[in-house]
């Protein structure tokens, strides 16, 4: 029993697939489906870095490199 609710428990006796399973729990259906997407995201994510390891900067990521780099920059600098 897993909080209250009765669920199914796999073992892998003899160790031969590499198998994991996620319990996700959530107080709406939204929240669920959320959560669901962002797993499948990252799983997607890591099939896609086994096939092919090359990435580049996304989502701003180039932008904050340089804002950091700018301001230890200019806290060397006097004036």
């Known amino acids: 029993m897993f909080s209250s ?3 199914t428990v796999l073992k892998n006796e ?4 590499s198998v994991a399973i996620a319990v996700l729990r959530g107080s709406t259906d939204s929240i669920l489906d959320d959560l669901g997407r962002a797993v499948d995201d990252g799983v997607n994510t890591y099939k896609s870095m086994c096939r092919d390891s090359r990435i580049i900067p996304g989502a701003a990521a180039t932008e904050i490199e340089l804002a950091k ?11």
């Open 5 to 7: 609710l009765w669920v």
């Open 14 to 17: 003899e160790g031969r697939n």
């Open 69 to 79: 780099r700018l301001k230890e920059f200019s806290l060397k600098e006097t004036g």
